[in-house]
């Protein structure tokens, strides 16, 4: 327990342990008010039709003690009632003036899952789970790229980039890998975990977090007896693309369920996210620059509620940009000046680009005849005038695997093989 000394009278009195680590087993000890809780549980309880005590906490995420508390105080104002025990768990049903509330609560809000945690206990939870790392170092580096052919000179441009913990923007021709590397680069990140709350509360709204689709659950890792409203995740990475709007980056308000579901970057909070094929979204790049001036240098972040209250969450996550138009065509120079980091991913050169060929090709199990590799690449350069792409093995090697399905056949890559793939691959005519 926690000791807090209490000027005034000069006692020393207790404080009751808190944070995702300790499950709650009594009302005082969780952060969120008692009525939003008897709210939801009376929605829950309305749902369900009958449930048990133990089904209760199940769904709340709530311990059974304080599961045992709200009903206790729902039958007091006589909501709910005992129907039968099953064992020593009770059977709880809803009471015709329960029904009332409830049909009057669902109309405010059809939240009914588990419970939220409260908004100060989220951002303080988020500031102390920080992207920023005490250090990144080369082994770690080294470790998250080693399924990737990249030379010495841009893994410390990546390093050097990660220890700045500030945004990058990864730039360069299309195929050669930017965002595979986005991808590894949160793979340095991604070796600890944090918690991600199930939904917060802030003034009686909920706003939901947790995303089963983004945020990768380690329940082995989940101490016993942890706050079941929070999950234990590796760090978050979200991509998004072309389809990014101005309304993702703002609370999104369904007004059908009358609850929030957070946007993109609270959902990234304590991980990475990745803007794709930057410049192509459907917010423009300028606009979107602009609305992320201030949560970029200062690490807070305003949204804005459907009655116009605007609250400040922290914005505690390393964004990548990726983009295969120039900068320069993307930003301002009062912008430019804000991404410390700038890495230009080019051409593979000859060495390198048969390396990754080999491992496509290994990892695909397609067996080729020796010279391919070098067969590619004069195409490449001689015929198509263009640099190597580190895109070109996986797609030709892709190309001879499809054909190889529809002749019913084990895929071979020889001479024949690459000039069907080149064929079908490149346009004619280039």
Not at 61 to 78: D, M, N, P, T
Not at 136 to 150: C, D
Not at 396 to 421: G, H, K, M, S, T
Request: aromatic share 8%; charged share 25%.
């Amino acid at each position: 327990m926690l000791k807090t000394h209490d000027e005034e009278f000069g006692l020393v009195k207790l404080e009751p342990p808190s944070g995702p680590e300790h499950r709650p087993e009594s009302l005082s000890e969780l952060d969120v008010r008692k009525t939003v809780l008897e709210d939801l549980t009376l929605k829950t309880i309305y749902l369900s039709g009958s449930l048990s005590i133990l089904d209760l906490s199940r769904i709340t995420g709530l311990s059974y003690e304080v599961a045992s508390e709200l009903v206790h105080r729902l039958r007091a104002g006589l909501f709910c009632q005992v129907t039968g025990m099953t064992g020593n768990i009770p059977q709880i049903a809803i009471t015709s003036r329960g029904r009332l509330r409830a049909v009057d609560l669902l109309s405010s809000s059809q939240y009914v899952a588990t419970a939220p945690v409260s908004f100060e206990s989220y951002v303080a939870q988020v500031r102390k789970q920080s992207v920023k790392k005490g250090g990144v170092h080369a082994e770690e580096v080294h470790r998250a790229f080693a399924h990737l052919v990249v030379d010495d000179e841009t893994l410390r441009q990546f390093g050097t980039a990660l220890n700045s913990d500030s945004p990058i923007f990864l730039y360069g021709p299309p195929g050669v890998g930017k965002t595979v590397m986005a991808h590894a680069m949160s793979k340095v990140l991604a070796e600890d975990e944090v918690w991600i709350p199930y939904a917060v509360e802030i003034d009686g709204q909920i706003i939901t977090v947790y995303d089963p689709a983004i945020h990768l659950r380690i329940p082995e890792l989940e101490p016993e007896n942890h706050d079941a409203r929070w999950v234990l995740c590796h760090r978050p990475r979200v991509l998004v693309g072309g389809e990014l709007t101005a309304e993702m980056l703002d609370m999104q308000f369904n007004p059908t369920s009358k609850f929030y579901v957070g946007p993109v970057q609270m959902k990234a909070n304590n991980g990475v996210l990745i803007i794709d094929d930057f410049g192509r979204q459907r917010v423009r790049p300028e606009e979107l620059l602009n609305r992320w001036i201030v949560p970029l240098d200062r690490r807070v972040d305003y949204l804005t509620l459907a009655g116009g209250k605007t609250i400040e969450i922290p914005f505690e996550l390393l964004v990548v940009f990726a983009s295969n138009m120039d900068p320069n065509e993307l930003m301002d120079p009062a912008f430019m000046r804000r991404i410390q980091t700038k890495i230009k991913i080019g051409a593979v050169p000859d060495k390198q680009f048969c390396e990754i060929f080999r491992r496509v090709a290994t990892e695909s199990g397609v067996a080729f005849d020796a010279e391919i590799p070098n067969l590619l690449i004069g195409f490449v350069h001689d015929t198509m005038k263009q640099e190597l792409r580190s895109c070109y093995p996986r797609d030709i090697v892709n190309q001879v695997c499809w054909a190889a399905q529809f002749e019913d056949r084990e895929p071979y890559l020889d001479r024949a093989a690459l000039n069907l793939a080149i064929e079908s691959y490149f346009v004619k005519g280039s």
